[in-house]
């Protein structure tokens, strides 16, 4: 069992497909700490769920998925880059008390103000642009469902998700309905096309998803119909954390803030919420941070920085 993104089409149609399956990518993120039953299974199917929208921009970036909790789950978010580059987090309630069986909106809508984002983030920002936001309200009882509903909302995107995750891998199925571009042509046979696969992957239950390796679900649902397979792509879990964004974190809380802390605390450590990755600064560290204008100049690895 390997990690693996596999795209497909149905033939002469404009409905497409996906699977992806995480395991190593998804132990990474399990390994680094421990969340309660529900809260990883919903960590895990929106980390499937960001490597299958990611693998559709037609965009150098990261796309980050984010669930502003307002119950005992505060946060959760997952970000993939182009290159099916993953990472996960969540923060909890200092209080929260989390029953196995708790279900997505008693987990992060539970006054009816959770949020559900999506965020575009290009790689190659030009100067002042801001990364693209959708934020719509928690519309679902699923990380899949509430994802379709803004995809066809947000997006006007028939799509469709079958997402499941248990401590040893996250899977998840994808299918989209693609637009036709302004003809006729081919639209009543697309729609067939259409509801034949979403009804075929309807018969998949959560235990098949979790126990059935993609290939072998995908020939056992689609073995009758024309699929086209393109070239598996190998997601991962990598942090993009470094030592620079930490400084400049640092930079944007401002002087007083940080000479405050450091009058505390002697030195500062920012571990990174994504990978646990240690950032030291130390008092000279930081008033190299405020009194230099390029940043890239101020946050050199520790070894490096002249004292
Ligand atoms: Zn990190």
Redesign the pocket.
């Known amino acids: 069992m390997s990690d693996t993104l596999q795209k497909f089409m149905f033939e002469n149609s404009l409905v497409r497909g996906e699977l992806v399956e995480l395991s190593e990518a998804w132990r990474q993120v399990l390994n680094r700490r421990s969340y309660p039953a529900p809260v990883a299974c919903m960590l895990g199917e929106m980390m499937s769920a960001a490597a299958l929208l990611s693998a559709n921009l037609k965009f150098n970036g990261s796309i980050i998925l984010q669930i502003h909790g307002d119950g005992p789950v505060k946060l959760l978010v997952v970000e993939c880059d182009a290159a099916l580059q993953l990472?996960a987090t969540t923060k909890l309630a200092d209080d929260s008390s989390i029953a196995d069986n708790a279900r997505l909106q008693q987990l992060v809508n539970l006054n009816g103000q959770g949020r559900f984002a999506i965020t575009l983030d290009p790689a190659d920002k030009l100067p002042g642009q801001q990364p693209y936001q959708g934020i719509v309200a928690l519309d679902g009882e699923s990380v899949a469902t509430v994802i379709e509903n803004y995809m066809l909302r947000s997006e006007q995107l028939d799509t469709k998700l079958w997402l499941a995750a248990d401590n040893i891998v996250a899977r998840g199925l994808l299918l989209q309905k693609l637009p036709d571009q302004g003809g006729k042509t081919g639209s009543v046979q697309d729609t067939d096309t259409w509801n034949r696969a979403v009804t075929l992957a309807s018969t998949v239950g959560d235990e098949e998803l979790l126990s059935t390796d993609i290939m072998t679900l995908l020939r056992r649902l689609y073995w009758e119909e024309q699929v086209r397979v393109f070239e598996p792509r190998q997601p991962m879990f990598r942090?993009?954390?470094t030592r620079e964004k930490v400084g400049n974190m640092l930079k944007m809380l401002g002087q007083g803030e940080v000479d405050e802390a450091l009058a505390d605390l002697g030195k500062l450590e920012i571990t990174?919420?994504?990978?646990?990755?240690g950032y030291w600064f130390d008092p000279v560290d930081c008033a190299q941070l405020f009194a230099t204008e390029t940043l890239a100049d101020a946050v050199q690895a520790p070894g490096k920085v002249q004292h």
């Open positions: 990472r942090c993009s954390c990174c919420d994504f990978c646990g990755q």
